[in-house]
């Protein structure tokens, strides 16, 4: 008897594949199509449409702000009030998140949080630390990458894109997740004055956030890039995921040092000029500031936590270097450690080392640079000698600084 498709009617010699049943046949196409057809018809949940309960990411008690705050002070240094402003804000989100429904009618609304401070003082560093604590889906996007729909570049909704994938797909842990804009100042506005020429990467960039931020269903492409019409969207609610924004804001203390010498009138203005530390500008920064700065009122009021982190100090520079969990220091004696060999790394050579961080003020990662370069021969030669114990004396240190210094003078 002549096999043939029981749907289509082709024998199997037209075919690639003939499927057996009870009473029928059926060909690879056929397979295909009934498919597509219970995929289509929602009976089917096709990966990351309805979203996969993976039981990675499970939200348990919220820590306290203190607790939170306690387990901030073991990796970051520092910057009290920011960690004071950042857990009670955590805290406060994923406390809204479990509170039970009730009739009163009051609804807590998220608190967004934007932090303002210099280049290595540890505002990617918080808000990565506090994921771990929480065990949410945390992911990190740079602002500079985004431009309006149609343009070159990423469009907003590839942020949600990347939680999606840090979340397995899951979109219910998604939905509760942390997302760090990083470089948020570099999507300022350019100018006050309109142009001919479109801002595509700056205040276009900021009225695609902004019901991003406050809260909306977006369609997400599951993979990435750029959306098309004939692809399959998820549906991702940003109502209850915390965006925490951060940027150095290169600048800004003049906008704030303006700012705070306007308003002074009268015979007797010198007198009343507060004392102002000029090195602290940064504790005085407002929304206000942050408009002058180029952010539009509407992004400003949908990020209503405002924190600033201080500039790291040479005291600040010494303690980042040894006391946090995963410290500079640590790291390269665990990586000695590993060769069979004990690092030992003098007070005077430490204190050397902060001398010339402060010089070329980056922050944390400067430290992280000079110590690299110290470093770079002994882990090129150490490894391969048979030695217990190698100790980074201050001359050791000067030499090789020096050397690095005099190839960039030539490279230069």
């Known amino acids: 008897m002549k096999k043939v498709c029981s749907f289509c009617g082709r024998s199997e010699n037209e075919v690639k594949l003939l499927i057996t049943g009870i009473n029928g046949y059926i060909c690879e196409n056929c397979a295909m199509q009934a498919y597509e057809i219970t995929q289509s018809s929602g009976v089917l949940d096709p990966v990351g449409k309805k979203g996969k309960a993976s039981g990675k990411f499970t939200l348990k008690k919220v820590p306290k702000p203190m607790e939170i705050k306690a387990h901030l002070d073991q990796y970051v240094i520092g910057q009290d009030e920011a960690k004071r402003y950042l857990s009670v804000a955590v805290y406060n989100h994923y406390k809204r998140l479990l509170q039970p429904e009730s009739n009163d009618g009051v609804e807590i609304e998220k608190s967004n949080i934007i932090m303002v401070g210099a280049t290595g003082t540890g505002k990617t560093l918080m808000a990565r630390t506090i994921a771990k604590m929480l065990d949410v889906p945390f992911t990190i996007v740079d602002a500079t990458v985004f431009t309006e729909a149609g343009y070159v570049g990423e469009d907003v909704e590839s942020i949600l894109s990347r939680l999606l994938q840090v979340a397995d797909y899951d979109i219910e842990a998604a939905k509760r ?95 009343n000029v507060r004392n102002i530390n000029k090195n602290e500008l940064m504790r005085y920064i407002s929304p206000q500031d942050l408009k002058s700065f180029g952010l539009i009122p509407e992004i400003i009021g949908r990020l209503p936590v405002l924190t600033h982190l201080n500039p790291l100090d040479r005291e600040a520079l010494r303690r980042i270097l040894v006391e946090p969990k995963n410290s500079i220091v640590k790291q390269y004696e665990k990586l000695f450690e590993m060769d069979g060999i004990k690092l030992i790394i003098p007070e005077e050579t430490l204190n050397y080392v902060v001398d010339r961080a402060v010089e070329y003020k980056l922050g944390a990662r400067g430290l992280r640079s000079i110590v690299e370069s110290m470093m ?37």
């Open 177 to 271: 997740g942390i997302v760090f804009v990083d470089e948020i100042d570099k999507i300022a506005r350019k100018s006050d004055n309109p142009s001919i020429t479109r801002d595509v990467s700056g205040e276009g960039v900021q009225q695609g956030l902004l019901k991003l931020l406050e809260g909306t269903i977006v369609n997400v492409p599951p993979k990435g890039g750029r959306k098309h019409p004939d692809q399959d969207y998820i549906h991702l609610d940003t109502h209850n995921i915390l965006f925490i924004c951060g940027g150095a804001f290169d600048g800004i203390e003049r906008k704030i040092a303006q700012r705070m010498n306007t308003h002074v009138v009268g015979f007797n203005s010198v007198q």
């Open 376 to 412: 770079m021969n002994a882990m090129f030669e150490i490894p391969s000698k048979k030695v217990k114990r190698f100790e980074v004396t201050l001359e050791y240190a000067k030499q090789q600084l020096e050397k690095t210094d005099s190839r960039m003078l030539e490279s230069a």
